[in-house]
Nanobody, 123 residues
Framework: QVLLVESGGGSVQAGDSLRLSCAAS????????MGWFRQAPGKEREFVASITWTGGSTSYRDSVKGRFTISRDNAKNTVYLQMNSLTPEDTAIYYC????????????????WGQGTQVTVSS
């Protein structure tokens, strides 16, 4: 059974940083593109960032470019999302997801999902 477990969420002030982690198990981690998505209250889940299986290609939504960095450690089966300069608009549940091989921004193209971790940013 594939498991993706997110951690690192919390409540912070605007301008603070957080680092999310997602640990994968029962997955050939090195063959999967990993993505981060988020869902704010009353809104649809949206793409945040993705990283290909080699780590050689990353993609970000425009609103987080320059503030968020996605990375992965294939030896630890873990993907990270470093979030800097957080704003209240970043408040959401953050989910990691795994997609076989190729990169995608579409949530319906991902095969496995974690349960999510809450990020709350106050002004």
């Amino acid at each position: 059974q594939v498991l993706l477990v997110e951690s690192g969420g919390g409540s912070v002030q605007a301008g603070d940083s957080l680092r999310l982690s997602c640990a994968a198990s029962s997955l050939t981690f090195g063959s999967y593109t990993m993505g981060w998505f988020r869902q704010a209250p009353g809104k649809e889940r949206e793409f945040v960032a993705s990283i290909t299986w080699t780590g050689g290609s990353t993609s970000y939504r425009d609103s987080v470019k320059g503030r968020f960095t996605i990375s992965r450690d294939n030896a630890k089966n873990t993907v990270y999302l470093q979030m800097n300069s957080l704003t209240p608009e970043d408040t959401a549940i953050y989910y990691c997801a795994a997609r076989w091989w190729s990169a995608s921004r579409g949530q319906y193209n991902y095969d496995y999902w974690g349960q999510g971790t809450q990020v709350t940013v106050s002004s």
